[in-house]
Every structure is written in C-alpha cells, then in structure tokens.
C-alpha cells in the first residue's frame, strides 16, 4: 500500500485571517473533503498539520486517517515536508499533494498511482495540467526518502523532484486541476462565481 500524506500545516497567510482548508466546498470544509478523496482510493491517508490543537485537526477528527503533527511547519513548505515524510510508514513509494487544490478528484490520484504501476522506470510521477505543466499529486519513489530529511527553505520538494526530470513521468489531468488552489479570499470568490455560472 502507498501511503497518501496531504500537506496541510500551511499558515493561509495572505487570506487575511481566514483559514482556506477551513473553507465550505461541497457542503464540508475543504480539508475534510480533500481527506475524503484521498481515503476513496484505499490507501492509507496522513495529514500534515501545525500542531494537535489547531482547528483543522477538528475539520478530520471522525476520519480513519492519521493526522501528523508538524511543528516544523513554521519554516516553510520544506519544513513541512521535511516533518511529515519522516513519520510516514516506511513503503516501496509514498504520494504527496497540497490540501488547498479544491478541483483535485480521487480519480486524479488514482491516475497517478497507475502511472507508477505503467511506468516503473521512473523515481517520480506527477500529476500535470492539461497543457503539460507539471503539479499535483507526487509520488516518490520510496528510495528518495531520505532526500527529504536535508530540505530546507520554502521551496518544497523542487530540490528534489529538479535534478529527477528525466526520471519524472507526467500525467495529464483534466484542466488545471494539477496546480488550482486559491490563496486570496478574491480568488475564492471568483472560483465561487465560476462554479455557479457553470
């Protein structure tokens, strides 16, 4: 079984207040649905978090998934990932994607985890914009595991995943579900408004 760890120890920081995984989508908090999709695929799920008392730890609380406690959250996206691939179990791959991508589907993690099954040459596979640019979810092969204990910074895994090009496989996914997320309360009202219309 590959391990699922959804990366949510961000700090919502230029939503002026709000929380974006705390946001309503499709009736229930948006990291409360990101869990969701990611426990329909039937792997084991794991979700990076600030600390044990942060609100979105309530948003998951009833869910069968192990919530990580991250507190090296507070340097960065790197900090994060740094945190949260050192508890997860150990697999022959572990997958990754960000909470805050409101379009992503379970069938689009589901494509990227048979990507790995089609393509086992490949270190990385990664799911992509419609268009060809590369985003979310990650799975990384389990032997570059140790590669995330030297992160550092706020640049996530690119140290990692820029040298492993020619071993990346892309998988297009529909639209721009690969790399949608919404930062600005302006952003999310425009989404908003787009669902709506369509």
């Known amino acids: 079984m590959i391990p699922i760890l959804i990366l949510a120890a961000g700090s919502s920081s230029r939503m002026r207040g709000g929380d974006k995984l705390l946001e309503t989508v499709h009736g229930m908090p948006l990291l409360r649905l990101q869990a969701k999709r990611a426990l329909a695929v039937g792997h084991p799920v794991f979700v990076a978090l600030p600390d044990a008392d942060h609100p979105r730890s309530d948003s998951i609380a009833d869910l069968k998934v192990t919530r990580l406690n991250v507190p090296q959250a507070a340097e960065g996206m790197s ?23 409101v379009a992503l589907e379970t069938d689009d993690l589901r494509q990227v985890l048979a990507a790995r099954d089609a393509y086992p040459e490949h270190l990385i596979w990664r799911g992509a914009t419609a268009d060809g640019k590369p985003g979310h979810p990650i799975i990384f092969d389990g032997t570059l595991r140790t590669d995330f204990a030297r992160l550092t910074g706020d640049t996530g895994g690119e140290a990692i995943v820029r040298p492993l090009k020619s071993q990346t496989h892309l998988v297009p996914l529909q639209g721009d579900r690969a790399r949608l997320d919404l930062d600005t309360p302006e952003e999310w009202a425009t989404w908003r408004q787009s669902i709506r219309q369509n």
Not at 79 to 86: L, N, Y
């Open 79 to 101: 900090g994060t990932m740094r945190g949260a691939v050192a508890q997860l179990p150990l697999a022959p791959a572990f997958m990754m994607f960000l909470a805050d991508l």
